[in-house]
């Protein structure tokens, strides 16, 4: 088999991976070893585990607010995949730590250019594709993101490692090891078709918010429409400042391309600034978001690439965690972990979605064609 | 006041990054976006306002191209 997917929840480390490495066997020789974990998980001693058990592999992953594997939405749990080389051709990644307010991605880039012979810069996006992770307290994605975007044509997609809405401490996992404040890097060169899907419920109101000013490093917006924030959102859905708030979940904000949103989701009020979980620039148009149907939206999109692909051989799935929690309000995890039933996938709840930019209440997917 | 300059940048940033590849020059005009740019409020009959020429400019930098 060329990919395999498996799952655990045995809370002691040996036992869980020994469990998982029983379910992975039938791929002979993986290239590549991707797992997400819960952060119930020691992370030091996950990383060193799975590095252990799967040695001729790449393997690399990250800890979680919840995990998705084929068919379920889990908690406190591992869920990983093993791909080939028939799905990754080759593969290379690297753990950068600290995450600096200097981002030097030459030099990053510069081991990639090194192992693949190839210049960044002019690397062929249908050729090459990155996956990024991030400790997902660190603040630093949309940075990462735009450097990342300036130096190559090269998509990477990925997501904001949790802790499973502890907000203490996140980690990526990389050379057996489990590294906080860091940003992880793969480029990999598959062998097959692939691409990228992102999908997000929401559809566009009138209302529009322009940032009139902000503080970006604080994700903070201070005014919109040259109104204190909170009151020009509040004004926007007709809503009272005292109870607005209850709508953060069902009208966020939306960046919009090409009539898609990138969207940004209001967090909390911090002194009538409206605090939100990325980035916003000033001058930034912004439309008013309401919520839709997640599991149509989904599984509208899952199949849309299955009719293109013929088949999905693998997908890897950054959800948001506040996909998640809306899911679970609504009592709907289970018929959306049943849209990835008869698709081999993996993913996790994250603190943040990577895809050209950084955003939220979105799923990323990285699908693989058979 | 001149006008239509700012349109021009635009689409000449995206000419050359994309290099006329249809596909990148829709991430690279995402790309744009996301840097608090919208290409698409800018036509040939804009004016000309310095401070968002000179965000161009130095967003043209950052792609590394020269205008």
Redesign the interface.
Known sequence: MHTITAYTSHTEVPAAVAELQDQLKLVSQPKCVLYFASASYPSEKIAAAMEEAFSGATVFGCSTAGEIVSGKMLKHSIVAMALDQSIIGDIVIQAVSPIEEQIDVSSVFSVFEKHYHISM?DAD?TQYVGIILFDGLSFAEERW??KI???T?V?FIGGSAGDDLKFSRTYVYAHGRAYTNTVLLALLKPNCKFDIIKTQSFQTLPQQLIATKVEEAHRAVIEFNNKPAITAYAEALGKSIDTVAESFMSNPLG?M??GEP?VRSPQRISDGKMIFYCTI?????LQVLQSSDMIRDTREAILEKKNEFGELQALINFHCILRTLDLESHGLTEEYGHIFDHIPTIGFSTYGEEY??HMNQTATMLAFAA | MEKGTIKQMIDRIILLRSCGNSAIAVTVKTKIILKGINPDKYTSQTDDDPQIIRKLQDLADEFGIRL
């Not at chain 1, 620039?281 to 148009?285: C, F, N, P, R, S």
């Open positions: 810069r996006p993101m735009d975007g300036n130096a044509d998509v960046l391309v090409g990138y620039k000033e001058g930034m148009d050209i930019g």
